[in-house]
């Protein structure tokens, strides 16, 4: 595709100028001020003339291909309630991953709330982790210049990804930008693989939910940990997961099976774009984000119950196969799913509850990848092992690793009170001396009184108590405890509510 330097694409290099692969080699035009104007609008549809255009609440253009009409709103109540119990896992993430997975997992199945799903699938993905143990590492890749070979590439895609989304619906906008950045990052971070075109729609998704650094380490955990091979040359792994796919097909639906074995259709003819792209080139957006906050949680399975319940809708009933007689109808039938099958509740319940689970598609793996070593040898790439979901992804974690705990706000000293507590602490010196003297006047009251004393003090009767025996309510070693009690708790609540001051950082 030919690329001119005015509104029709990316700015291509001349032939003496070296393509260093920056932010500048996006540049709309020639006339540098006219661009900056146009960048400073509020969004990207604005400088291409859409400001007059309403757009959805995921950032479609109202009314273009990839906007949704009525859609099952959450109650505002229930969202709210939702998002209190994503900020307090996110903010002790660790004690929930290794105690309550399985609870992380139901409230995925549920989804994640659009204000912190951004925040959450680089928590899943260990996103959040690559970033802490390689800082600077981003800016390092964004500042080197990349293989032009890659770099064109990328730039002929950019336009393709999500026109009709109000970040990448400017040619040479931010979303472009950003989007080239990522992409342009990886071939430099994993030089052996390179830059495949399906990369592009994935990193984009992550694109609309947070700022390029975290998208990118998204995408590196997607292709080495979530996917790994998908995106190699020889596209191997993509290969190896159409069989799987296949055979676990016969035991979900057996008459789509049956029709696709008579119709011999390749795997490979439509569950490509589902797999590489993880289905956000072919559901409605709020699917999309249904199925990615389940996958996020836990793995490739999530793609698989999502293939099979597309196929098995399409194909499984011996109505829907006589109006597929041919390979070409068959073929057309999915690549235009019915938006029944397709729709939100009823895909994400379809999923949830399609017996696929994660030894099923290992064990088909082995027997896949045995019979591609009889009949074409061993594989040319040599790909990490998959890694089934968050925990997994945790667990594989080598070594020691910092919490992923956010640090409060505001840092008090440990001997400032803090506001609004009564009690005020003590010096740790004085808190010593009146703790032993405690123990002390305990150790005389366990004594037995010698006869003398005991005579003494019945004699006296009720004129006159006993001084060594405490009276209640006015101890001092009662004191003490009550004080401190109240000062633990007000000091563990007031951390909550400073962690949860992270929320307003929320890429939204």
């Keep these: 595709m030919a690329k001119s330097n005015g509104e029709n694409g990316p700015r ?7 393509l260093s692969g920056t932010r500048e080699s996006l540049a709309q035009g020639p006339d540098a001020a006219t661009t ?32 949704e009409g009525a859609l099952e709103e959450v109650p505002l109540e229930v969202l709210r309630q939702r998002e209190s119990k994503w900020l307090d896992m996110l903010n002790n993430w660790d004690k929930w991953m290794a105690k309550k ?24 993905s260990g996103g959040k982790v690559k970033l802490q143990q390689n800082p600077g590492k981003f800016d390092e890749l964004d500042m080197s210049p990349g293989d032009p070979k890659w770099l064109d590439v990328i730039e002929r895609d950019l336009h393709r990804q999500f026109p009709f989304h109000e970040m990448f619906v400017s040619r040479g906008g931010h979303g472009q930008q950003d989007l080239f950045r990522v992409l342009k990052a990886y071939t430099l971070y994993r030089p052996e693989e390179g830059y495949c075109q399906a990369q592009a729609p994935i990193a984009a998704v992550l694109l609309m939910h947070m700022p390029a650094e975290q998208a990118f380490w998204c995408l590196v955990q997607i292709c080495e940990k979530y996917l790994p091979g998908y995106y190699s040359e020889k596209l191997e792994a993509i290969q190896l997961d159409g069989e799987i796919l296949f055979s676990l097909l016969q035991k979900v639906s057996p008459v789509a099976h049956k029709h696709l074995s008579r119709q011999k ?50 194909l499984g009933s011996p109505e829907k196969v006589k109006a597929c007689q041919g390979q070409y109808e068959t073929i057309e039938r999915l690549r235009s799913l019915s938006p029944k099958i397709m729709q939100e509740a009823f895909l994400v319940q379809e999923v949830v509850e399609l017996p696929v689970t994660e030894r099923q598609i290992e064990r088909e793996h082995l027997i896949q990848l045995r019979r591609w070593q009889e009949t074409r040898g061993e594989l040319q790439c040599c790909s990490p092992p998959r890694l089934h979901g968050a925990k997994a992804i945790l667990d594989a974690e080598p070594g020691p690793r910092p919490a ?37 006047a305990r150790g005389q009251l366990e004594k037995p009184p010698a006869p003398n004393q005991a005579m003494v003090v019945a004699a006296a009767g009720d004129a006159c108590p006993p001084q060594h025996v405490p009276l209640k309510d006015s101890g001092p070693q009662d004191s003490a405890p009550q004080d401190s009690a109240p000062q633990v708790s007000a000091h563990h609540c007031s951390q909550e509510s400073l962690t949860s001051q992270e929320s307003e950082d929320t890429y939204l």
């Design 12 to 18: 291509a290099p001349a032939a003496g100028e070296s």
């Design 36 to 67: 900056d104007e146009l960048s400073s609008l509020g969004s990207d549809s604005e400088a291409n003339g859409f400001a007059e255009r309403r757009i959805d609440k995921f950032g479609f253009i109202v009314g273009s291909q990839g906007a």
């Design 101 to 124: 997975h399985k609870k992380i997992r139901l409230r995925c199945q549920k989804g994640i709330p659009p204000s912190l799903r951004g925040r959450a699938w680089q928590y899943l």
């Design 265 to 314: 259709i390749d795997p490979l003819l439509y569950m490509t774009e589902w797999f590489m792209c993880a289905f956000s080139r072919t559901l409605p957006w709020s699917s999309v984000l249904r199925v990615w906050d389940m996958f996020f949680c836990e793995g490739v399975k999530i793609i698989f119950r999502v293939g099979l319940v597309l196929l098995k809708h399409a």
């Design 404 to 440: 992923l705990q956010p640090s409060p706000s505001i840092r008090l000293p440990p001997d400032v009170p803090l506001p609004g507590s009564k009690a005020k602490p003590k010096p740790p010196k004085q808190a010593q001396k009146e703790q032993r003297k405690q123990t002390k």
